[in-house]
């Protein structure tokens, strides 16, 4: 494990050898090859060029690529992202707004907020779907379908007028073992990252700045947040001939790993690029600050956007009404190599 930046002078945080190197080796260099076949890209400009030359394709939305075999057509997609949404805010839209008044948040984080949300958002649907939003099924993929496969076998879900989630509902609908695992398996796909994002992105706000002070807004504390530890560190294009038309040092055969994990802390476009300022972002935007890419980029932005941001909001709100905190104690936390970038194993107390 390798040690970077300085969010705060009293915390280090670890990253794995290869996150470390990439900080360490390739950071303020617009273009890189990182394995015979892939170039790094890291340049706003170039990132820019590269995801307006084309689309994303069916297997590079990792969402809605194809599922068992079936790609996932239009139609399906946006009633997936219509049923999650209406879930998020009907969580939202509970009277206490935050799923209890006893709610306590204290404990090991992101895996505390993580089953609070997964209870805030789909505690209403049956065990064989909500076990699918757990953490521990990110073990293997090979875990993840033996539970479905597991669940699916199970007679139907509860459907239509019974007291779940949108998103239950429609895999309520499958009939059969085939379309039932298929249906687990979408849900899966929606339900967790979800409940993974926000956990993941407040725990990483907690690390790199708690305790906050009282006037600097949520949405700046999460905006400086996925700037330093973005969500999405990289955005992988397969080769294409559009990209090579774009660079020369970018092959005919070469795939694309764009690197927001790099543009993010680029000297060239960040004041003290590794320390952790939310208050850079008054006078900043966030739609239109180069190279900043914690959602994907403006033509394709992750769909889940307007559910994380308002729920990461809450869940600050609520961090911050307890008074909780990193413990004092602990003065380390390791960043691992997974496709959401976040703090692992972080004690939160109350002050």
């Known amino acids: 494990m390798r ?23 390739h950071r303020g260099a617009d273009v890189f090859r990182l394995e015979a076949d892939t ?25 809605f690529k194809p599922l068992q075999g079936r790609p996932i057509s239009r139609p399906e997609s946006s009633a997936v992202m219509r049923a999650v949404s209406l879930d998020v805010r009907a969580a939202l839209e509970k009277p206490d707004g935050k799923g209890g008044p006893a709610a306590d948040l204290s404990g090991e984080w992101p ?10 958002v789909f505690g209403s649907d049956p065990m064989r779907l909500r076990v699918l939003v757990d953490r521990k099924l990110e073990w293997t993929p090979k875990l993840t379908w033996t539970v479905i496969a597991a669940g699916a076998a199970l007679p139907a879900c509860p459907g239509a007028g019974a007291p779940v989630s949108r ?29 993974f994002t926000v956990s993941t992105l407040v725990a990483n706000a907690l690390w790199l700045g708690s305790p906050f002070e009282d006037h600097i807004p949520n949405r700046h504390i999460l905006y400086e947040s996925m700037r330093l530890l973005p969500p999405s560190w990289n955005l992988l294009r397969v080769a ?15 795939d694309v790993l764009l690197l927001p994990l790099l543009s993010h802390r680029d000297p060239r476009l960040w004041d003290a690029p590794d320390e952790f300022r939310p208050e850079r972002w008054a006078a900043l935007d966030a739609d239109d600050q180069p190279g900043y890419l914690p959602f994907g980029h403006a033509n394709e932005r992750c769909w889940g956007r ?11 709100d609520l961090v911050r009404e307890q008074g909780l905190a990193v413990s004092p104690e602990q003065k380390s936390a390791e960043v691992p190599l997974a496709g959401l970038l976040g703090v692992s194993r972080v004690s939160v107390v109350r002050r």
């Open 111 to 120: 895996r505390v907020a993580h089953l609070y949300l997964r209870d805030l």
């Open 39 to 63: 170039v790094g890209v890291a340049g706003p400009g170039l990132i820019d060029a590269v995801l307006r030359s084309r689309p994303a394709n069916a297997a590079e939305r990792p969402t």
């Open 240 to 254: 294409s001939p559009e990209f090579a038309a774009l660079d020369d040092r970018i092959g005919a055969g070469d």
């Open 167 to 195: 998103l239950a509902g429609l895999a309520a609908a499958a009939a059969g073992y085939g379309d039932r695992r298929y249906a687990m398996g979408l849900y899966r796909r929606a339900a967790a990252p979800v409940c």
């Open 306 to 316: 307007h559910m994380v941001m308002p729920l990461a909001e809450r869940l600050l």
């Open 3 to 25: 040690t970077y930046g300085t969010e705060r002078s009293d915390r280090v945080t670890v990253f794995t050898p290869r996150l470390g190197r990439l900080l360490s080796e």
